[in-house]
């Protein structure tokens, strides 16, 4: 019968273990969502909520699209995904940031 895992010199157990596997997971979900989500790149996710707006998503000028991605709260790099981040949340922020009147 195996051993269960021994902490290593950092003091990192299984439990540290699950835990940074989990926060991989969050990340690449939220990679994922990035990209789905983007305005700059046209992600799906952001042309269909244009077209369900009645939004041209290519009649919005890039620099447009690339502040709407910065508002969206992209992290940054080195930065831990938010694991509270749903599809809906993200929904309802990109809209609300479509529906804002361009000044």
Do not use: N, Y
């Not at 709260?73 to 529906?99: F, H, N, T, Y």
């Amino acid at each position: 019968m195996p051993s269960p895992p021994k902490p290593d010199d950092k003091g990192r157990g299984p439990g540290a273990t699950a835990d940074a596997d989990w926060q991989a997971f969050v990340d690449a979900r939220q990679q994922l969502w990035q990209l789905e989500f983007s305005a700059l790149l046209l992600g799906r996710r952001f042309v269909a909520l244009c077209h369900e707006l009645g939004v041209d998503p290519l009649a919005l000028p890039p620099l447009r699209r690339e502040a709407i991605d910065a508002a969206m709260g992209w992290p940054r790099p080195g930065q831990p995904a938010d694991a509270s981040d749903s599809v809906e949340s993200l929904q309802q922020r990109l809209q609300a940031l479509l529906l804002l009147p361009l000044h």
